[in-house]
């Protein structure tokens, strides 16, 4: 069975920064690409970043371009998601998402709240 699990959530101030992780875990055969969707209250689930597995190529949305980084980590099957310069707005839940076998699986999520 796949497991997405994320880590690195928590409350910050504004300005701050946080650097979330996912690690995947199961009978994996080959990942295309891993990223990261948040969801704030009251709101769509939305996108946020991806990263294609074998080139590395990355893709932001507009609203977090310049101050959200995401790597991955081919050998442990981790991707993490570096968020700097953390606004009120930046706060949600963080959800991992992963497409691997032409399968999309997705993580439990993690919190984010910034607030002074």
């Known amino acids: 069975q796949v497991q997405l699990v994320e880590s690195g959530g928590g409350l910050v101030q504004p300005g701050g920064s946080l650097r979330l992780s996912c690690a995947a875990s199961?009978?994996?055969?080959?990942?295309?690409?891993m990223g990261w969707f948040r969801q704030a209250p009251g709101k769509d689930r939305e996108f946020v970043a991806t990263i294609n597995w074998s080139g590395g190529y990355t893709y932001y949305a507009d609203s977090v371009k310049g101050r959200f980084t995401i790597s991955r980590d081919n050998a442990k099957n981790t991707v993490d998601l570096l968020i700097n310069s953390l606004k009120p707005e930046d706060t949600a839940v963080y959800y991992c998402?992963?497409?691997?076998?032409?399968?999309?699986?997705w993580g439990q999520g993690t919190q984010v709240t910034v607030s002074s």
């Open positions: 199961g009978s994996i055969f080959r990942i295309y690409g």
């Open positions: 998402h992963m497409t691997a076998d032409g399968t999309a699986y």
